[in-house]
C-alpha cells in the first residue's frame, strides 16, 4: 500500500469521473489579506502602499507646533519579532503581538530667519517605541491575554451620495419629500431636502436647517450664476409694440397656452387650452420663430438676469425679482431691448431654487459663510476669517474630511461621472452636482436609492478597523505633541521626549480586548471556527444598534 514518506500517512486517491475546475478557496482570506495589508511587515519602508499603518502615520504626520518653528515628520516604522511564539502566549495569558518602532525626525527651524523663508536650524532623528502591536496567527486570529479572539467584519454603509424620500410620513398630505445624504467616510454629513412649500433647505451633520442657496453662495457664487445651474431661459424682445420671445418647440409641448395662440391670421391655440404636437408641428412647418405675447404673459415671470441700464449704470431690477406691469414700463422707458426670464412649469421643471433664493437672507459669499459659522458654532461671535476657516475645513480639507476611493467611486458612478477616481474631498462642482440631480428627482427625471440594499453597504475588515483605531490614537498623540512641541528648540527635546505612546497603545488594545466586534472565538469545532471567522455584523461602532435596527434592515 502506497504512504507519503512525510507524514505515513495513506496517500487519497481520487476516483471521480471528472476533473476537479475550481480550486478549493481558502476561506480565511478575507482575514488574512487585510491584516497582512494593514501592517504590510514584509515590504522594505519604500515600499509600502499608503493604506494601513502607512495611511495612518502619512494622515497625522508632519505634526507642526503652532509658533511654526518646529515640526516632527514620520519617516518609517519597523515591526520587531515577537517575544513568545502563539502556543507560549496562551500558556502565559499573554498577547501574541510585536513591538512597533517608528522613526521619527524633528526639525527646528532657525527663529531669527528673515521673513518668508525657514532656515534649517536643527534635525533630530531617533526611532520610538509606539506600543504592541497584536499579530495574527496563521488560522486568522488573535491571542489577547491568553485567549484566542476573532475580529468579526462590520457591515456598514458605504460612503457616496444616496437620494431617498420619507415615503409620505413627514406631512400629513403625504407628499413626498426628497432628500440627498453625501456620506463621508470621515468628516461631516451634508444634506439637502425639501420642505412641503418646494423650498431646498441644507444641513451640516444633521444641525438646523438653513435654505440650500447658502452653501451655494458661500462657494463664491452669485444669484445670477446660480439661477445659471439650474434653469433653462425664455428670451424676451422688448423693441416691438408687444413683448415677443423666441419660440422653442419642444418646452411648448404639454403646456397651457397663457393667450392665444394665432398663426397667419387664424387662431391656433386658444388661452387656457393645451399646446399639442400637432400644435407644434404647425408652428415649425410655418417656420415661426417668435411669437407676440401680451403684456400680462409676461408680468409674473422671473428675471433670470440683473437688468442694467447701459447708459447710467443703474440696476433697474436683479435676477429672480418677479416682473410687474410698472417694472416693464421702467425697461421700455430706459430702452431695454431684450430680457431673459427663467423657464418653469409644472411637470418637469419646477422653480424650486428661485424660491429657496427668495427666503435666503444672504446676498454675498462672507454673509452666507458667517451664517453657517453661527449654525454650527451658536453662541459664538463670528469673525471673517473663523467663518472662512471653519466652512473651508468642512469639506474642502483632506485633514477632516475623506470620502475614501469607494466613496469617491459610488459618489461619481452616482451623478453620472465616466471617471471612477479622484479626490477624497469635496469641491464646488460635485456639491452643485448633488442638487441638481436632487431637483431632476423631483422633477420626475431620476429614481431614489434603497439604503439597505447590500449594494449600498460594505464590509470593514480587521485590518481597516485597526487602521482607524490606530489612527483616532495618533491624533490624541497628535494634540499633547503640538503643545510641546514649542519647547523642543529651547529645552533641547528629543523625539522620544516629545511623543507618549500610551494613547495609541490603549486605542489598539481596547479594540482588540474589548470592542464589540472583538469576540471569543467560537471553538465548538473547526466548522464552528471557520464561520465565525467568515461572519459579517451590522452591529458595532459606526454601525446599527441592536434597538434601533428596524423590520427593513433585518430583511
Known amino acids: 500500500m502506497a504512504y507519503s514518506f512525510t507524514e505515513k500517512k495513506r496517500i487519497r486517491k481520487g476516483f471521480g469521473k471528472r ?107 531617533q526611532e520610538v517605541y509606539m506600543g504592541e502591536m497584536p499579530l495574527m496567527t496563521r488560522t486568522g486570529t488573535f491571542v489577547i491575554n491568553g485567549t484566542e479572539r476573532v475580529i468579526v467584519s462590520q457591515l456598514h454603509r458605504s460612503p457616496g451620495v444616496f437620494f431617498d424620500h420619507d415615503k409620505g ?16 467616510y470621515r468628516g461631516s454629513w451634508l444634506d439637502f431636502e425639501f420642505d412641503h412649500k418646494d423650498n431646498v433647505f441644507v444641513r451640516i451633520d444633521r444641525r438646523r436647517k438653513l435654505p440650500a442657496t447658502i452653501i451655494l453662495r458661500a462657494l463664491g457664487f452669485s444669484s445670477e450664476e446660480i439661477l445659471g445651474m439650474f434653469f433653462e431661459t425664455d428670451t424676451f424682445h422688448l423693441d416691438g409694440e408687444l413683448p415677443a420671445f423666441d419660440l422653442i418647440p419642444e418646452r411648448m409641448r404639454g403646456e397651457l397656452a397663457g393667450f392665444d395662440v394665432e398663426l397667419d391670421g387664424e387662431l391656433l391655440v386658444e388661452n387656457g387650452r393645451r399646446i399639442t404636437a ?60 431684450s430680457i431673459d426670464t427663467l423657464f418653469t412649469n409644472d411637470l418637469d421643471h419646477g422653480p424650486y431654487v428661485s424660491s429657496t433664493l427668495r427666503i435666503d437672507p444672504t446676498t454675498n459669499e462672507l454673509e452666507a459663510q458667517v451664517e453657517i459659522y453661527r449654525m454650527m458654532r451658536p453662541g459664538e461671535p463670528p469673525t471673517k476669517e473663523a467663518a472662512q476657516n471653519l466652512f473651508n475645513n468642512l469639506f474642502f480639507t483632506s485633514d477632516r474630511y475623506d470620502l475614501s476611493a469607494v466613496g469617491r467611486m459610488k459618489f461619481n458612478r452616482r451623478i453620472g461621472r465616466e471617471e471612477i477616481e479622484g479626490e477624497g ?55 499633547a505633541v ?68 428596524g423590520f427593513e434592515v433585518r430583511d
Do not use: W
Open 278 to 337: 400637432r400644435h407644434v408641428r404647425a408652428l415649425e412647418k410655418a417656420g415661426v420663430r417668435r411669437l407676440n405675447t401680451p403684456v400680462e404673459f409676461l408680468v409674473g415671470k422671473t428675471l433670470a438676469r440683473n437688468i442694467v441700464d447701459e447708459s447710467t449704470g443703474e440696476v433697474l431690477a436683479e435676477a429672480n425679482d418677479e416682473i410687474t406691469v410698472e417694472m416693464y414700463e421702467s425697461f421700455k422707458e430706459n430702452g431695454v431691448k
Open 19 to 125: 476533473p476537479s475546475i475550481l480550486d478549493v478557496p481558502y476561506l480565511l482570506a478575507i482575514q488574512v489579506d487585510s491584516y497582512k495589508t494593514f501592517l504590510q511587515a514584509d515590504k522594505a519602508p519604500v515600499e509600502r502602499e499608503n493604506q494601513g499603518l502607512e495611511a495612518a502615520f502619512r494622515s497625522v504626520f508632519p505634526i507642526v507646533s503652532y509658533s511654526g518653528n518646529a515640526q516632527l515628520e514620520y519617516v518609517s516604522y519597523k515591526l520587531g519579532t515577537p517575544v513568545f511564539d502563539v502556543k507560549e502566549c496562551q500558556l502565559r495569558g499573554a498577547t501574541y503581538s510585536a513591538p512597533l518602532r517608528v522613526l521619527v525626525r524633528l526639525v527646528i527651524y532657525d527663529k531669527d530667519a528673515p521673513a518668508g523663508s525657514k532656515t534649517v536650524k536643527d534635525i533630530r532623528e
Open 169 to 184: 410620513k413627514t406631512h400629513s398630505s403625504g407628499k413626498l419629500l426628497f432628500s440627498a445624504r453625501v456620506i463621508p
Open 482 to 549: 503640538k503643545e510641546r512641541l514649542t519647547l523642543a528648540d529651547s529645552e533641547g527635546l528629543t523625539p522620544q521626549d516629545l511623543i507618549n505612546a500610551k494613547p495609541v497603545s490603549a486605542a489598539v488594545k481596547e479594540f482588540f480586548g474589548s470592542s464589540q466586534l472583538s469576540q471569543f472565538m467560537d471553538q465548538n469545532n473547526p466548522l464552528s471556527e471557520v464561520t465565525h471567522k467568515r461572519r459579517v455584523s451590522a452591529l458595532g461602532p459606526g454601525g446599527l444598534a441592536r434597538e434601533r435596527a
Open 425 to 479: 474631498v469635496l469641491s464646488r462642482e460635485d456639491i452643485c452636482e448633488v442638487l441638481r440631480t436632487l431637483i431632476n428627482i423631483r422633477n420626475g427625471n431620476g429614481i431614489v436609492d434603497d439604503i439597505d440594499h447590500l449594494g449600498n453597504r460594505r464590509i470593514r475588515c480587521v485590518g481597516e478597523m485597526a487602521e482607524n483605531q490606530f489612527r483616532i490614537g495618533l491624533v490624541r498623540v497628535e494634540r
